[in-house]
């Protein structure tokens, strides 16, 4: 484990990915919280997650991209609406619940055939995401049912010595999760409202009536 005050440097951002890309658990920052990644394909490291925040395995986890193409790698029947949330709001605070594609591992969506994705509006998670050559399934880096963290000093002891590595780059921008909306519905379904507030995209929904 290592941390890095600032913003790490490209190199270390490399190091990061490469421990994701060999099965590693990595705490990264986001816009809104920090949270704890793995390859969304690798189900060990998926399982290993779960374990550090006493997570139970019914209680999906979100997929982080670094591009909005990458969607339709993990999505599929993508609504006119959801286009247009997409490109409202992403990369951005918002969590996105579309029809997963097959090559999801169940670990990751709880059996469901939904699936969670985040486009984080933060330059270090991006880079991170980009150079792991993968996708990162990651939920908030705090036991379940406690605060979300906005830095590092915030996430108990025993999670920051159970990962792999740790990204620090202080506060993060908003220190509140992110609003999650289920786009398979017709009209869609606010499930938490976070970062985003309902009125904004109501406010877009109505453009497409």
């Known amino acids: 484990m290592q941390f890095y005050i600032s913003d790490p440097d490209i190199e270390t951002i490399k190091t990061a990915a490469e421990i994701i890309k060999k099965g590693g658990v990595v705490i990264f920052p986001t816009e809104t919280v920090y949270g704890i990644g793995a390859d969304v394909f690798n189900t060990k490291a998926i399982k290993k997650i779960f374990k550090i925040k006493g997570r139970s395995f019914s209680n999906p986890l ?43 591992p ?57 990962v792999d590595f740790i990204l620090d780059c202080g506060d993060t921008k908003i220190g509140v999760p992110s609003t999650v909306i289920d786009l398979t519905q017709n009209p869609p379904v606010i499930l938490r409202e976070g970062a985003i507030r309902k009125q904004e995209i109501q406010e877009v929904i109505r453009t497409l009536r």
């Open 62 to 104: 979100s997929v982080h991209l670094s591009n909005k193409k990458d969607i339709q790698e993990i999505a599929v029947n993508l609504s006119d609406i959801a286009y247009m949330i997409i490109e409202k709001f992403l990369p951005g605070p918002l969590t996105i619940v579309l029809e997963k594609n097959k090559n999801i």
């Open 106 to 162: 169940d670990e990751v969506t709880a059996g469901k055939k939904t699936v969670g994705i985040r486009i984080p509006d933060h330059p270090v998670a991006l880079r991170f995401i980009e150079e792991s050559q993968t996708f990162i399934a990651a939920p908030s880096a705090n036991f379940s049912g406690e605060k979300s963290p906005k830095n590092i000093s915030e996430i108990p002891e025993k999670i920051l010595s159970s």
